[in-house]
């Protein structure tokens, strides 16, 4: 059980980061918030901070008042004890988790890494793929938390040359949807032509277009992805871009909508009409005789018919 007591302050390791599990720039963790003395674990004659709140910054007293653990009592279970605080809470990231994966295997071997899959809600398979989260800057870090990204897509990015091509994109905040598919696009191509990551991003020059001035971020990012998926799919990309040129020279009335699938999957389009009297039957009616080649056309390009086809 946990005690208040005076310790000599000299003897508080204040560097030792062995409990400090939260990932940076996530905020303090939840315990932080409610205590108001350090929490220290003993160990030999040295004091270790569990939490610390409270504890004077530079030089102290000599005698201080903290919360402390009860002797002998094991590395991991005090972990637990401040861990648990933050799962119940919610507020226990991904990242969070590799870094205490990190911490255990550090300070606490042997541990039991099935009951510690347990405590944290994570399969014993992913235990070496939280592991690698670490390895990720902290800028990933922040953008993934921010964002709210699933584990399964912030593997996406597991490689390092991937996180350093893509990096400065982060400046611009941009949408995960966005940068995964460019990241995916980039991967594909890579493999294709049997290439580096960094490889094809030269050869692409992919640079250019990051370093372009007259873009704005999310306008590179869009850029750099469009140049790929025309690099890594000419065919669907020709399709679409005579798709969007098509749709925009027909000039739709106001009380006209077309949607046409981008990706090819779905056959036809889809023509919806709002129409609020006789009159506007007639008009949309006479609009769609006058425009039936383009009609056609567009339907020929989502069948996949290339120009000499038509």
């Excluded at 205590?35 to 003993?42: I, T, V």
Aim: glycine share 8%.
């Amino acid at each position: 059980m946990k005690q208040v007591q005076k310790v000599r302050y000299k003897e508080i390791e204040k560097e030792d980061r062995r409990f400090f599990f939260k990932a940076p720039g996530t905020g303090g963790g939840t315990a932080e918030k409610w205590s108001p003395l350090p929490l220290l674990w003993r160990e030999g004659r040295k004091w270790i901070p569990v939490l610390a709140g409270g504890l004077p910054s530079g030089g102290g007293p000599e005698l201080t008042y903290a919360v402390t653990y009860p002797e002998n009592i094991p590395y991991e279970e005090v972990l637990w004890d401040i861990v648990r605080i933050e799962k119940t809470a919610g507020r226990l990231n991904i990242f969070d988790i590799a870094h205490i994966i990190v911490l255990l295997e550090k300070h606490a071997d042997p541990h039991c890494r099935d009951r510690w899959c347990r405590r944290m809600g994570i399969g014993v398979p992913q235990w070496e793929d939280y592991r690698l989260l670490q390895s990720y800057d902290t800028r990933w870090k922040r953008y993934f938390i921010q964002k709210h990204v699933p584990m399964k897509r912030v593997l996406v990015f597991r490689e390092a040359e991937l996180r350093e091509l893509f990096g400065p994109l982060l400046d611009g905040n941009p949408g995960i949807n966005m940068l995964e598919s460019a990241a995916l696009l980039l991967q594909e191509a890579a493999r294709r032509d049997a290439c580096g990551l960094a490889e094809y991003w030269g050869k692409a020059e992919l640079d250019k277009l990051l370093r372009d001035k007259g873009l704005r971020p999310a306008e590179r990012l869009q850029e750099i992805r469009m140049h790929l998926y025309r690099e890594r799919y000419p065919v669907i990309a020709e399709h679409r871009r005579r798709l969007q040129e098509t749709l925009s020279s027909l000039k739709l009335p106001e009380n006209l909508h077309i949607d046409a699938d981008p990706l090819f999957e779905r056959p036809g389009v889809i023509l919806r009409a709002d129409m609020e009297d006789r009159e506007a039957v007639d008009r949309t009616a006479a609009w769609i005789n006058g425009h039936r080649n383009a009609l056609k056309t567009l339907m020929d390009i989502q069948e996949g018919k290339q120009r000499d086809e038509e």
